[in-house]
């Protein structure tokens, strides 16, 4: 008996660590169009049919946050894979 097969999110495969006040890594899936990003807060969202070329203007955009909002935030589906985590969880240090 064949099991179906689930979609589930996978991690897209080269992650990048970028500068910016808010987020902290993003990761691109180019056969899926599927970006992830991670927060600066924790949270982890995945964002479904992201344009490589966005995905590139992203990446050399001077104010990540800024191009992120404008470009992706809002015209994108995304889903949440994990949520923001509470400030008096962050280790102290």
Same mark, same amino acid.
């Given at each position: 008996?064949?099991?179906?097969?689930?979609?589930?999110? !996978?991690?897209?495969?080269?992650?990048?660590?970028?500068?910016?006040?808010? +987020?902290?890594?993003?990761?691109?899936?180019?056969?899926?169009?599927?970006?992830?990003?991670?927060?600066?807060?924790?949270?982890?969202?995945?964002?479904?049919?992201?344009?490589?070329?966005?995905?590139?203007? +992203? +990446?050399?955009?001077?104010?990540?946050?800024?191009?992120?909002?404008?470009?992706?935030? !809002?015209?994108?589906?995304?889903?949440?894979?994990?949520?923001?985590?509470?400030?008096?969880?962050?280790? +102290?240090?």
């Amino acid at each position: 008996m064949k099991r179906p097969l689930v979609s589930s999110p !996978s991690p897209p495969q080269d992650t990048v660590i970028v500068e910016s006040s808010a +987020l902290a890594k993003v990761a691109y899936d180019n056969q899926r169009a599927t970006l992830q990003v991670e927060f600066r807060d924790g949270a982890v969202y995945q964002y479904f049919g992201v344009p490589l070329h966005i995905y590139q203007e +992203l +990446l050399r955009a001077d104010s990540k946050g800024d191009y992120f909002n404008r470009h992706i935030r !809002s015209p994108c589906p995304h889903t949440i894979l994990r949520s923001a985590v509470p400030a008096h969880q962050f280790p +102290l240090g």
